[in-house]
């Protein structure tokens, strides 16, 4: 990967690959705990962000890295910074 794109300032996240139909774009779960205020559960929270992958490396399941980014379409805010475990 680019050396500038892994040492941006941005927000990094790590999540589940879903889905890579789209050319150069790959969908990317995130899931996060969080303390529910009152209960004082735990409770899992899930979103997707499309992020570029400008080499198509990743596939459905791969545990992935991705950093803030520029807009590059009206969704994509996101850049794949590296492929942490490949899906068997």
Not at 50 to 73: L, Q, W
Request: charged fraction near 30%; aromatic fraction near 4%.
């Amino acid at each position: 990967m680019n050396s500038a794109i892994e040492q941006r300032n941005g927000r990094t996240l790590v999540g589940t690959v879903v889905s890579d139909k789209c050319d150069k774009t790959i969908v990317v779960l995130v899931e996060t705990l969080v303390q529910h205020p009152l209960l004082k559960k735990y409770i899992r929270r899930r979103k997707k962000f499309t992020a570029h992958d400008p080499m198509n490396e990743c596939g459905i399941g791969d545990k992935v890295k991705i950093v803030e980014y520029r807009p590059m379409s009206r969704n994509k805010r996101w850049h794949l910074v590296a492929v942490l475990e490949k899906a068997v």
